[in-house]
């Protein structure tokens, strides 16, 4: 849907991305090296991990990774250093399936799943990988929030909590690495048309029809348009955006 120009402005970089093997993030993925990057895809799903990789080239390596495990993080950051010698960004993408629930009726492990996927996921990948960056002059971190960071929605307690703690994490990280070199920048989305939105919808066509209107153009988005809002945020076109939450959303939190 986007004319996606072979603009290049990744060329050279090393960039991480977990939560790499389906939806947004294999689109973020294709962006990434049709910018010129090299990348690791790291996912829990380890099989189509391996298989987007092996669909993009030699400039692509796939690698288990649990982002909830601190010595599952830690070896994705060492997978992309031994294969590729440095890190110039990274994307968290990664998050559990939402469960439909109020406070009152949503199980406590299944908050602290969504939790610990979306937000401690976000702070162990960035743990292990901003040193990396930083040895190598600096870079830029995304986190893949959504317009549920910003504006709430029923039944969706945690998934809302999650990615508005993401959004001010994201803030956080900006202030203290700023003398890093090191940009940081949240990406919220509104609704894309990937799996995740078939576990409500029969097809993406109902999907469409479903939630398009409570967007201001009026249609969900497709996974391209998030990575190339993605890719605008990695590369130096964003030189001077740091701290900002980005919303993708076709205008849904605007009113
Ligand atoms: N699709 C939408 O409508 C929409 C809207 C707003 C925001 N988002 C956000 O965009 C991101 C991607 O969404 P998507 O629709 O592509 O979903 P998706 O379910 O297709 O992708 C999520 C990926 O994360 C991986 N993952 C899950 N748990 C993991 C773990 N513990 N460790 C490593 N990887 C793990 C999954 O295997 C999957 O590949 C999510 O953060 C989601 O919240 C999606």
New binding site residues.
Partial sequence: MTDNPAMNRLKGRVILI??????????IARRCVAEGARIVC????SG??QTLADQLGSSAIACQ?????AA?AKSAVDIAERNFGRLDGLV???????TSATVVNLDESAWRHEI???LT?AFLMSKFAVPLIAAGGGGSVVF?????GRVATTRAVA?CAA?AGLIHLAKAMAVDHAPDKIRVNSL??????????LRRFPDFEAANAG?GPAHLLGR??E?DE?AAAAAFLLSSDASFVTGSDMLA?GGYATR
């Fill in positions: 977990a939560g790499a093997a389906s939806g947004i993030g294999a689109a790291a996912d829990y799903d189509a991990a990774c649990d982002v909830t495990d599952s968290h993408n990664a998050a559990a399936p939402s610990d996927v979306s996921g893949i929030g959504s317009q549920f998934y990615k919220s989305p509104g609704a894309v048309a990937t799996t995740r939105l939630l969900i988005a996974p998030i959303d």
